[in-house]
């Protein structure tokens, strides 16, 4: 009898140890890119002349997540996560999803803690990679070695997301955000609400808004995705944003356009893509006659599910753009334009 008991004990012991056991994860992304950078500036000529072969790090992260069951009904749930340029460019690691939550059956999920915005809820649209995998940037960097369009999604700090149960009948994920006014800058809570519809027939779209959170204003975006191969025999999935920002400190509204494609390749022995994304922004960052055009295109093959190889190649074109701190203190309003070509290999564990 007591070695039942003793051996019941243990068997309890090692499920309630699997159960709290954390999951580590993570992605190392490293790519050669040739980047061909200009920005010149009216009255102080090319003030900025970048023409090499970069070895970047895009994206590469460790974490570890997991969940544990309070009671019948609710998880604990837990991610640290943390991003790192394994090529060496930036020494340390920066916070990217940091929280601690719960799961509730009645009541949805909440996350308090750095969590990315209630835009990125909505967004599925874009399939660039490596180099240019954004939609953009809120603010023009330092050095114009990036593309310049409209404001994007960003990991927000003290903030708490909720994220709506799953009701039966209900095809939608909804979710709302709150951030406290210590880490904004501008004495403003911000918060963000938004919902995305998909019944899993192929067809999406998506609604999100965002104020004093991503910017110093207030953001509205929407989005639609179809795979047409749900409907006829073209394996290929359409994308297409469109997003209106409104700056507090801006002269106009900034208002961007995302469409993309993206097609599996059946002639592979393992699984194979190609993708071309376009993005146009007008009145970049809340400036007048600040504009940029984007495009980029690439593929990736899968040597193994958790083995990537990856190509691309893009433009990026931007008028009338801010510049800072150009070797000389100041701002300047110039014209910009970044040529990438880059391959690169990603590892998923």
């Not at 996560?81 to 999920?109: A, C, M």
């Not at 920002?245 to 961007?256: F, H, I, L, N, Q």
């Not at 599996?264 to 600040?290: E, K, V």
Request: glycine residues 10%; charged residues 20%; aromatic residues 10%.
């Amino acid at each position: 009898m007591k070695k039942l008991l003793l051996a019941t004990a243990i068997a309890a012991l090692s499920v309630s140890a699997a159960n709290a056991a954390p999951t580590l994860y993570g992605k190392a992304f490293l790519a050669a890119d040739y980047v061909n950078a200009e920005f010149d500036a009216p009255g102080f000529g090319n003030m900025y002349d970048e023409d090499t072969v970069e070895i970047n790090s895009h994206a590469s992260r460790i974490g570890i997540k997991g969940s544990e069951a309070m009671t019948a009904n609710t998880d604990v749930i837990y991610r640290l996560e943390y991003g790192t340029s394994i090529d060496g460019d930036k020494n340390g690691f920066t916070n990217r999803d940091t929280y601690l939550g719960v799961v509730n059956k009645q009541f949805g999920e909440f996350r308090v803690g750095k969590n990315q915005s209630t835009l990125a809820r909505v967004d599925n649209v874009v399939v660039n990679q490596g180099y240019f995998d954004n939609l953009g940037q809120t603010q023009n960097e330092n050095e114009v070695v990036s593309a310049l369009n409209m404001a994007d999604s960003n990991r927000i700090a003290s903030s708490i997301i909720w994220t709506a149960p799953k009701y039966d009948g209900l095809p939608l994920e909804i979710s709302a955000m709150y951030s406290s006014d210590d880490v904004n800058g501008n004495d403003n809570a911000g918060f963000g609400v938004a919902a995305l519809f998909d019944q899993g027939t192929g067809f999406t779209a998506g609604l999100a808004y965002d104020k004093d959170q991503n910017i110093e204003g207030d953001i509205i975006r929407g989005t639609a995705t179809v795979d047409l191969g749900k409907y006829m025999a073209a394996p290929v999935t359409l994308g297409a944003l469109y997003q209106v920002a409104d700056y507090d400190y801006g002269s106009s509204k900034e208002k961007g356009l995302v469409v993309s494609a993206q097609m599996g390749l059946n002639n592979f022995a393992r699984p194979a893509s190609i993708y071309a994304q376009y993005n146009n922004t007008s009145n970049l960052d809340g400036w007048d006659n600040s504009d940029s055009d984007q495009i980029v295109v690439g593929g990736k093959y899968m040597y193994k599910d958790n083995i990537i190889a990856h190509a691309y190649a893009g433009m990026n074109k931007a008028d009338n753009v801010r510049a800072y701190d150009l070797g000389a203190p100041g701002t300047y309003i110039g014209d910009a334009e970044v040529f990438v070509i880059g391959t690169g290999l990603e590892y998923l564990f």
